[in-house]
Each structure stands twice: as C-alpha cells, then as structure tokens.
Nanobody, 123 residues
Framework: QVQLVESGGGLVQAGGSLRLSCAAS????????MAWFRQAPGKEREFVAG?????RYADYVKGRFTISRDNAKNTVYLQMNSLKPEDTAVYYC???????????????????WGQGTQVTVSS
C-alpha cells in the first residue's frame, strides 16, 4: 500500500511558477512509475507528466513543466513555469507498480492516487 500526499498548490499570476511536491509512504518508491495528472472543472482528468525509466510530458506542458524525483526522500516534484490560466486545475500525484521503458499516460495504469492540490492561475 502506498499513500501519496501532494503539496505546493496555490494561486499565482499568469507567467509565474509553482513547485508541487508529492510525498509517498511505503517502501520501494524507486520501483514505482510516478506521474502527475490534472482535472479542471467540467473536464476529464488528463496526464501531465510521468517518470519511469524515461520521462514523458503532455504536449501542452512540454518546455514549461519539469518532473523530477528524489528516491531517497520518496518524493516526486513538478516544477511549473510560465503558468497559463488554462493550467488551472486540481493536480494529482499517481503511482503505478513497476518501471517501464515508456511512461503510460492512461490513468488506469496507476494504482495509487493522492488527494489532489489546487492550482489556480489568474490572468
């Protein structure tokens, strides 16, 4: 069993930056594929970025967001720069068992989810 706790969300102006953190409990953190998803009001949950044996970004955040992980601290981060109003959403951290050569973007691949943290970008 893995528990995930996100932090770092908040209100920021367009063009600003935020760093989200996701702390994981349990052992073998380095064995998990870790990912960030987001869900805006009235929209489906969508993939943002993931870290496995490779790193993958959604096209709409590529070049602006960076995912990283510190396996010694059981933590994955999402550095978000050049934020836009359309980035406003609840951001979720997710963990899926096993490492793969390519990051899977389908939410069903992930077994554990955090409670989410709100990110609001004002124009």
């Amino acid at each position: 069993q893995v528990q995930l706790v996100e932090s770092g969300g908040g209100l920021v102006q367009a063009g600003g930056s935020l760093r989200l953190s996701c702390a994981a409990s349990g052992r073998l953190f380095s064995w998990y594929t870790m990912a960030w998803f987001r869900q805006a009001p009235g929209k489906e949950r969508e993939f943002v970025a993931g870290s496995s044996n490779s790193i993958r970004y959604a096209d709409y955040v590529k070049g602006r967001f960076t995912i990283s992980r510190d396996n010694a601290k059981n933590t994955v981060y999402l550095q978000m720069n050049s934020l836009k109003p359309e980035d406003t959403a609840v951001y979720y951290c997710a963990a899926g068992g096993g490492l793969t050569s390519e990051v899977v973007t389908r939410s069903g691949r992930y077994d554990y989810w955090g409670q989410g943290t709100q990110v609001t970008v004002s124009s």
